[in-house]
């Protein structure tokens, strides 16, 4: 399936039973279509078919690439409910509250610096930490499915905010409408957005263009009363887009960029 399908929030004019066809094995004109939602290289959306619902999910892979996945409602129910991946945010019943993260890519939260320092050198990875409370692991002790380092910083001797510096050469908005879809579903939707996809960068290699050259800033941001934060930002870097996640527990000599 091209881009010409999936980039710029999936296109509108495709045909969601034809693509809902062939994974859920029902005619195109058997199928029923609701709860259909578009974000950052990613589409979700319901497809029912002879009493059965299916959560199906769309979303770009690579430059001229993408990828639709169907699921059975109930099996997605029973193996995990509202959490489970690839269901759309509004498709049942409000879920309860979605908790606040206790960490993130093998660290955790209060963790004191030992503790983080085996965890990133345990999993083959170089420690490198430095005399202003910080320190950078080479990789993620728990995979986040792409090349990914990670920055932490210490409040008091115990890690408080955690930031994953993604790689992602050449597929940019995918590696964003990626994470913007799993932290979507980990979450739920995002309490600020901004930035937006602007003319003449709605594929892969305009969209590059458009960060490095012209200053094209995207970013979501999740809140809790506890006072944690998620942030996804996309940004223009030295030669090349820079792709972050940061999560932080708020304290005082905390502030939302801190790292």
């Known amino acids: 399936m091209g881009l010409g399908l999936l980039a710029a929030g999936i296109a509108a004019c495709v ?4 693509v809902s066809s062939g994974q859920i094995g029902c005619a195109e004109d058997e199928i029923k279509i609701s ?9 979700t959306w319901v497809a029912e078919c002879k009493g059965k619902r299916f959560f199906c999910t769309a979303v770009v892979t690579g430059k001229d ?3 639709v996945n169907c699921r059975d409602a ?6 995990g409910g509202a959490e489970s991946f690839g269901r759309p945010p509004t ?3 409000a879920p309860p509250r979605h908790a606040a993260p206790k960490g993130a890519a093998g660290f955790s939260f209060g963790s004191m610096l030992a503790a983080a320092s085996a965890a990133c050198t345990d999993a083959g990875y170089e420690w490198q930490a430095s005399a202003d409370g910080q320190a950078v692991c080479s990789g993620t002790p728990a995979s986040v499915g792409v090349d990914a380092s990670t920055t932490l ?7 408080c905010a955690i930031a994953l510096s993604i790689a992602a050469p050449n597929a940019w908005m995918g590696a964003y409408g990626r994470f913007d879809r799993i932290l979507q579903n980990k979450y739920g939707r995002p309490v ?5 996809l602007r003319e003449g960068c709605q594929n892969e290699i305009d969209f590059e263009a458009c960060v490095t050259n012209r200053g094209l800033k995207i970013a979501r941001e999740w809140q809790w009363d506890s006072g944690e934060r998620v942030l996804l930002k996309l940004g223009p870097g030295d030669g090349a ?7 932080i527990r708020r304290r005082p000599s905390v502030a939302g960029d801190a790292l």
């Open 35 to 43: 709860h259909d939602e578009s974000g950052w290289g990613s589409r």
């Open 192 to 196: 600020a957005s901004t930035g937006e």
């Open 65 to 67: 690439s993408g990828q």
């Open 153 to 159: 910083r210490f409040c008091d001797g115990a890690v």
């Open 91 to 93: 498709v049942a019943p």
């Open 74 to 79: 109930l099996a997605n129910t029973l193996e």
């Open 241 to 247: 887009p820079t792709l972050q996640v940061l999560y």
């Open 15 to 18: 045909s969601l039973p034809a």
